[in-house]
């Protein structure tokens, strides 16, 4: 076709093809023609169909490419110099070596590409004009102004910048199909960049070396990821939904797990910090080691295996679940409400198994079957003395650690001064409310589960401080809502006291409280924080306390029955006797309670 002819064709086959200065070649629409050797044109040609071209490629013509139509280039080494003459409102699919030389790729003005093969040395400007989607190939040595959007695998070598289209960092990656894949192959560092995983099992793949995230890239996880390889970051990683690394990682800056959000890994270094936030959730149950911190917030939750002593975990607020307690060797940090949990999921339940903080914020958990010891080492400079930590069935097989809150720390009167009430034991001497003495038999307790307990049987009653009397009780006092106290010669149950005022039902509980009853030899009045109150009476058995065991070992299976004090009992308010009534609404006026209350 040298001369000023013009072939139009549907289809063809062609191991070569000149188009001369004078002629023209039209691909029509629906049409495919192909090339195994090679297209050398110096004319025009028009595609509206497709066109695929191998074995070499010149042309110093023009080709335009019409809407819908497709040139694909084969074993081709090219340059930016081979697409001099070419308009594409199509798309040209390269399976070649695209060399820029430095120079510049402006997708505006390029038109859409795919490609299969290698774009190295140089800038592509990627304004969003063409909806630009890389299904696969691989960027060798590239910077990139406007987002990357991924919708297959990319391949990264020696380096990949990406900033955006005003040429500032940072620049974005979007990965939002399905399986969207980018492999950074050998040690690379990613940094000042913006990558979104925000679409099923999408991944990231350190391909045979180390992929550094670095100081300046964040990397936002919101639907199902997976990282491969070796990964080391600097930077920041947020998770929101289920964030999977199957090869090892290294911490050196942030990882925050939102609510919802979930991050597992096997082999795991943190040398930086990890925060659950409320709802996150983390499994690392591989090595874990380093000398970062791990915070679990507003109720989050995470499950560790083996971890390095210089690791800090800090129960802001959370769950820590352990699946080898023996092998745990970090430092547990604010350990110290009943929001915290530790749960020695390896641990099966024993009532005769103790806790005690010892010298040096040492928690020992010894177990009754084999007398062996589990050391938890909290935070040598916290405050934890006089917490009062407990044992209780997870319900699953292990043993939790809590915190008790509710009741604990109501202080009770003994001849020595008033302890807490979680402190007591069998054996020790309490004063009654008429000046005698008791030995204490057994001290009873009953974990009560908030969210699957009845509020009006089990919520705490607070009787605020002089409620009763004039500093009776001497400061706010917590019982269950059964448990009696003394009020004008009247038995009266927590509950029947509730006004609204000085005396409430507790509205929101903490997730997990402990009841502690006080057993003597008989059913009598004890002092807790100055205010008469009964001891325990067997109106429920004893089989409902956490540590029924306890009082086996010590009496055997038998129960015995005590009988209650001759004394009236109030069960309910419509119960209660006018006058006394009467009396605690005067008491709650001259508390200034009622007053304001109106006001």
Same mark, same amino acid.
Request: charge should be negative; charged fraction near 20%.
């Given at each position: 076709m040298a001369g000023g002819p013009v072939l139009s064709t549907n289809a063809g086959n062609l191991a070569s093809l000149t188009v001369g200065s004078s002629a023209a070649m039209n691909v029509l629409t629906g049409g495919h023609l192909n090339l195994s050797n090679g297209l050398t044109s110096t004319g025009h040609i028009d595609v509206q169909g497709s066109m695929t071209i191998g074995g070499g490629f010149s042309n110093t013509g023009t080709i335009d490419l019409a809407a819908g139509s497709v040139m694909q280039l084969n074993g081709i080494d090219l340059t930016l110099a081979d697409f001099a003459g070419i308009n594409n409102a199509g798309q040209i699919a390269l399976a070649s070596v695209l060399d820029l030389g430095g120079g510049i790729l402006d997708l505006a003005s390029f038109g859409k590409l795919s490609t299969s093969s290698t774009i190295v040395n140089g800038t592509i400007v990627d304004n969003g004009v063409t909806s630009q989607n890389w299904g696969s190939g691989t960027f060798d040595g590239i910077i990139y102004q406007g987002d990357i959007n991924i919708s297959g695998r990319l391949t990264v070598v020696n380096g990949l910048t990406v900033v955006r289209a005003d040429g500032q960092p940072p620049g974005t990656i979007n990965m939002?199909?399905?399986?969207?894949?980018?492999?950074?192959?050998?040690?690379?560092?990613?940094?000042?960049?913006?990558?979104?995983?925000?679409?099923?099992?999408?991944?990231?793949?350190?391909?045979?070396?180390?992929?550094?995230?670095?100081?300046?890239?964040?990397?936002?996880?919101?639907?199902?990821?997976?990282?491969?390889g070796s990964f080391l970051n600097l930077g920041q990683i947020d998770v929101a939904s289920y964030l999977t690394n199957n090869g090892n990682m290294t911490n050196d800056g942030v990882i925050t797990v939102a609510a919802g959000g979930r991050f597992t890994d096997t082999d795991f270094v943190n040398n930086g910090s990890v925060t659950l936030q409320a709802g996150g959730t983390a499994d690392l149950t591989g090595p874990l080691t380093g000398t970062g911190t791990i915070a679990l917030e507003g109720g989050a939750s995470i499950t560790l295996g083996v971890v390095d002593a210089q690791q800090t975990v800090a129960l802001v607020d959370g769950q820590l679940t352990l699946t080898n307690a023996a092998g745990f060797a970090a430092t547990i940090d604010d350990f110290d409400d009943a929001a915290d949990v530790i749960t020695l999921a390896n641990v099966s339940f024993d009532a005769g198994d103790t806790v005690t903080l010892l010298a040096g914020n040492v928690l020992q958990i010894t177990q009754a079957e084999d007398g062996s010891i589990i050391s938890l080492q909290l935070d040598p400079a916290g405050s934890y003395g006089g917490l009062p930590y407990q044992l209780v069935d997870d319900g699953a097989g292990g043993t939790d650690i809590v915190v008790t809150c509710f009741l604990a720390g109501a202080r009770i009167?003994?001849?020595?001064?008033?302890?807490?009430?979680?402190?007591?034991?069998?054996?020790?001497?309490?004063?009654?409310?008429?000046?005698?003495?008791?030995?204490?038999?057994?001290?009873?307790?009953?974990?009560? $589960?908030? @969210?699957? #307990?009845?509020?009006?049987? /089990?919520?705490?009653? !607070?009787?605020?401080?002089?409620?009763?009397?004039?500093?009776?009780?001497?400061?706010?006092?917590?019982?269950?809502?059964?448990?009696?106290?003394?009020?004008?010669?009247?038995? $009266?149950? @927590?509950? #029947?006291?509730?006004?609204? /005022?000085?005396?409430? !039902?507790?509205?929101?509980?903490?997730?997990?409280?402990?009841?502690?009853?006080?057993?003597?030899?008989?059913?009598?009045?004890?002092?807790?924080?100055g205010a008469p109150a009964e001891t325990f009476v067997d109106n429920v058995t004893r089989r409902r306390f956490d540590n029924y065991a306890e009082y086996e070992a010590l009496f055997g299976d038998c129960e015995a029955r005590l009988p209650e004090m001759d004394l009236p009992r109030v069960k309910s308010a419509r119960q209660l006797p006018r006058a006394v009534r009467e009396r605690l609404t005067a008491r709650a006026e001259a508390l200034g309670v009622l007053s304001a209350a109106a006001a």
């Open positions: 939002s199909s399905v399986q969207a894949t980018l492999a950074l192959a050998g040690v690379q560092t990613i940094d000042a960049v913006v990558i979104n995983l925000s679409s099923t099992f999408v991944r990231l793949l350190s391909d045979e070396g180390l992929t550094t995230f670095g100081p300046n890239a964040v990397v936002n996880v919101s639907d199902t990821a997976r990282f491969y009167a003994t001849p020595k001064g008033e302890p807490a009430v979680e402190t007591l034991a069998a054996g020790d001497i309490v004063l009654t409310a008429e000046g005698g003495t008791r030995s204490v038999l057994w001290i009873g307790r009953q974990t009560v $589960v908030a @969210a699957f #307990a009845d509020p009006l049987r /089990t919520s705490p009653v !607070r009787i605020a401080a002089g409620a009763l009397d004039e500093a009776i009780p001497a400061r706010d006092l917590y019982v269950s809502p059964d448990h009696a106290m003394l009020v004008d010669c009247v038995l $009266v149950q @927590a509950g #029947a006291l509730v006004n609204g /005022t000085t005396i409430t !039902r507790v509205e929101h509980p903490e997730p997990r409280f402990t009841y502690y009853h006080i057993e003597l030899e008989d059913h009598a009045l004890v002092l807790a924080e």
